[in-house]
């Protein structure tokens, strides 16, 4: 029975001098009431009864959500703002030593410096300045945190809320933003219309104006067209009358010389015409230079025929 027990006592402090620590995490490990060593993931044995586990530290990155916390600005404005901190432990011995509870260290120390950072703007630098804010709590608190081993990662801000009229009040200069903003594209909008459509009729009377020039260009070159070739017509014409009445006249020509009729006879049937046409009361004759300074050779043929009929007739008697 004594041996059954002493086994049984052996068995558990074998079990109990087995620890394994699990990925993500590190155990804080005490001697004699002591800090003794930190184990690390994996297989390690511990002198039962003598070594003990102080904590369970979490290596992984963790997250605190602080609860809105009331800040008044510079302008004396109270607004409500809440925060969200990412950390990693990166000593657990100094996360368990250093510190009571490493949390609300984290906690306080923000909350703390959120104060200070806000009070020293104003409202409208506040709502603008979110980086700014986040950024200088960042460095403040991690700097504060680095004495018991915590890692700030990020501090970021959830919420700014400020007073009810206030928010109405921002609110109302918001819609008047938009409602200006509106009417400046409106009126953008307009002018570009506006714009478009003038450009659109300067286009279109240019275009027309080159239409109606080229349309005056083309109809003058029509008519200049029309022009020559009624000019090349007449021109064509004269010159077939012209050779028409040069080859009549060589035909009345040819005949006359062909008959055995003189200068002479033809220019006496000139007078004889003329005669004829003088006998009428009503008709007047208008003779150039040149046919009235013929009409003396005329006149001394038609004498000298004259005379020699005369003779003639006083012969045969």
Do not use: C
Request: aromatic fraction near 6%; hydrophobic fraction near 45%.
């Amino acid at each position: 029975m004594f041996w059954i027990i002493l086994g049984i006592i052996v068995l558990i402090t074998i079990i109990l001098s087995i620890k394994i620590v699990n990925t993500g995490y590190v155990y804080v490990v005490e001697r004699f009431g002591q800090f003794y060593k930190v184990l690390e993931p994996g297989w390690h044995l511990v002198i039962p009864y003598v070594d003990y586990i102080r904590a369970k530290v979490s290596t992984k990155q963790q997250i605190l959500d602080i609860e809105p916390q009331s800040v008044i600005t510079k302008d004396n404005v109270k607004i409500s703002i809440d925060n969200v901190i990412f950390y990693r432990v990166m000593k657990a011995q100094d996360a368990i030593y250093n510190i009571d509870n490493y949390k609300a260290g984290i906690v306080y120390s923000t909350i703390t410096n959120v104060r200070n950072i806000v009070g020293s703007m104003t409202l409208d630098e506040v709502l603008t300045g979110r980086d700014k804010i986040n950024k200088e709590l960042l460095e403040i608190v991690d700097k504060i945190t680095d004495a018991y081993g915590i890692k700030i990662l990020s501090v970021e801000i959830k919420n700014i809320v400020p007073p009810a009229e206030i928010q109405e009040a921002m609110e109302k200069q918001m819609k008047a933003e938009r409602n200006k903003r509106a009417a400046i594209l409106e009126a953008e909008g307009k002018r570009q219309s506006a714009i478009s459509i003038a450009e659109g009729e300067k286009q279109s009377k240019i275009l027309q104006a080159e239409a109606e020039k080229e349309a005056n260009i083309r109809r003058a070159e029509g008519q200049r067209e029309a022009q020559l070739l009624e000019a090349e017509g007449k021109a064509r014409a004269i010159k077939e009358i012209s050779s028409a009445e040069a080859k009549a006249i060589e035909l009345v020509n040819r005949a006359i010389i062909d008959s055995g009729t003189n200068e002479t006879v033809i220019a006496l049937k000139q007078v004889e015409a003329l005669e004829k046409m003088a006998d009428s009361p009503s008709s007047k004759l208008i003779l150039p230079n040149e046919s009235v300074s013929s009409l003396g050779s005329i006149a001394a043929v038609s004498e000298m025929l004259k005379l020699n009929r005369e003779a003639k007739a006083e012969t045969k008697k």
